[in-house]
């Protein structure tokens, strides 16, 4: 499945390539992108976990930068 989010509080490109980087290393994340300019997520999961997979993506997002927030 395939999903696009808005991000919230996102600082910079380089937090933005960080967290693409732990995001991709989930399982069940096929593919993953984060736009900083704008402040989207698009990502490609597997339809049967993905709202876990949410939750972790969450989770790696705040690791990298607790005010960043992906809105679901």
């Known amino acids: 499945m395939k999903k696009k989010f808005k991000m919230e509080d996102l600082d910079c490109a380089n937090c933005a390539a960080k967290m693409e ?25 597997d339809d049967a976990r993905f709202d876990e997979i949410m939750k972790e993506v969450q989770a790696a997002c705040a690791k990298i930068d607790e005010e960043c927030k992906v809105i679901l």
Do not use: H, M
């Not at 732990?22 to 490609?44: M, P």
């Open 21 to 45: 980087d732990l995001i991709r290393k989930i399982d069940g994340v096929n593919e993953v992108s984060i736009s900083f300019l704008a402040q989207k997520l698009t990502i490609d999961a």
